[in-house]
């Protein structure tokens, strides 16, 4: 039954993005990001009820909370890039380079870390980097530099902000059950996103979304609550090393709704890339 939940889990991931894209097409992403949180971390407190940590929390040290504020910090940051450059940006172009945080983590625990790297992982790293290069057209980077692809700035903060979030966690967070510190670093990330809301004067904004966006928006952040408790799940009844590349497989997903939901074809260049990065993805994950 793992292997269902596992899919399970994939599925909503990739379903995720897409949802959101259709409910930020007139919304401002950053009030989405905020109002599609507050979801999340519903998902993310019922979690921590099924497995019961919630009575742990006061055993959590003050690095340990540090650091988890800290990287929640991060996670906010890359969730107000992602959606940003969902807004701006093609589905399918956004979710590869964002997929990048896999590389730039092990990039960063080498130079932060001293943490080596095996040949097949650097096998798969130079497999994600190339699919990630494919999959970029040459007017994604001349858009950049004129001002019109800034979805790519945003697609890669992203990217750097979630390799960021996993290398706090790695430095400073220890002794506290994970979905417990998904939990808190959720509770940041709202935090967060509702400061950025009242920051750029936009609070005004929220009570003017659109019903059916509205919908949306909140239906991606249940897609999201779902895929954590069927990852939750998958990893309950089978093997880490094994729930893991399914899961992974979330971006082709993505890419197979970006094509029946908004009509975004990938050129053959393009799809080499998706294959290079899912073939490098997985052996990331299963080495």
């Not at 729930?243 to 082709?252: E, N, Q, T, W, Y």
């Amino acid at each position: 039954m793992w292997i269902l939940y596992a899919a399970g889990s994939a599925f909503f991931a990739g379903v995720t993005s897409i949802l959101a894209k259709c409910g930020i097409r007139k919304t401002d992403s950053t009030v989405a990001t905020a109002v599609r949180t507050v979801v999340v971390l519903i998902f993310a407190w019922l979690i921590v009820w099924i497995v019961g940590s919630a009575d742990q929390i006061s055993s959590i040290d003050g690095k340990t909370l540090l650091f988890l504020i800290l990287s929640g910090a991060a996670t906010g940051a890359s969730w107000l890039c992602y959606f940003r450059a969902l807004q701006l940006g093609d589905i399918n172009k956004v979710v590869p380079i964002d997929k990048s945080s896999t590389v730039l983590t092990i990039v960063l625990a080498m130079i932060f870390l001293q943490e080596g790297i095996s040949i097949p992982k650097a096998a798969a790293v130079l497999a994600i980097a190339a699919g990630i290069f494919l999959m970029i057209e040459k007017k994604d980077v001349q858009g950049r530099k004129s001002g019109k692809g800034r979805w790519m700035v945003y697609a890669f903060g992203s990217a750097f902000f979630a390799s960021l979030t996993a290398i706090l966690g790695k430095i400073g967070i220890s002794g506290v059950e994970s979905n417990l510190g998904t939990a808190i670093r959720t509770g940041v990330v709202l935090v967060m996103a509702w400061i950025m809301v009242f920051v750029t004067g936009k609070q005004k904004e929220v009570t003017k979304i659109d019903k059916k966006e509205l919908a949306f928006i909140c239906c991606s952040g249940v897609a999201t609550g779902a895929s954590w408790l069927c990852y939750y799940r998958a990893l309950q009844e089978g093997p880490a090393s094994a729930v893991a590349p399914v899961d992974k497989l979330s971006v082709l997903v993505t890419v197979a709704f970006s094509y029946f939901v908004f009509g975004e074809k990938l050129k053959p260049r393009a799809l080499a890339g998706l294959i290079l990065l899912t073939a490098g993805t997985v052996a990331m994950a299963v080495f």
